[in-house]
């Protein structure tokens, strides 16, 4: 079954952890929404989700996967590991579910909550009373300042090889001189870019 967990489709369509990544991913979401519920418990509905998508997104099981040391051992076909298939994101983050279906299936929910509580330690840690992402609060930032747009990104620049890219992008608002943020996908380098944005306005340290 771990074999199974740490087969990619490029390397067997028929026999991948493709079915087992569906399995984890709901094992992972009940094992976090439980936590949450019990270690805040005065938080509301909607705090406590935004805590939840920051446990189950992708990047967080992709880390979990490299903190487990679960990259060498992907079964990978040939061109997808020559291109850097044991650093891609979405890779790592379906291994993790898959073996996180795997040892529930073989241990039970007991198995599956200790790889969690191993792997998933600094992902609780960062967690913080407020949860926004920094474009979520320079457009409501935005929004609540009367006559100011929304915020506008723009993709400014890519470099580097597909498994391994760096985007940067320049976000700008109305009056305020535009800020530029690196990443490794467009959707973090929006981010940085919103975050040096607040921290010029005076709103994020």
Known sequence: MLERALTHASACPDASNERL????????????????HRLYPNDAEGALALKFNALARREACAAAAA?????EHIIL???????????????LAGVCEAVIAALYLDGGMEAALGFVDRTWTDAFAALSADMRDPKTVLQEWAQSRQGK???VYRLAGREGPDHAPRFEVQVSVAGEESQTGLGGSKREAEQNAAKKMLVKLGLMA
């Open 21 to 36: 990544e569906f399995l984890g991913d709901r094992v992972l979401g009940l094992i976090c929404a439980e936590r949450l």
């Open 67 to 71: 903190t487990a040391g679960l990259a």
């Open 77 to 91: 076909a040939n061109a997808e590991a020559g291109s850097g298939g044991r650093r891609k994101v979405a890779i």
């Open 149 to 151: 747009a929304a915020p």
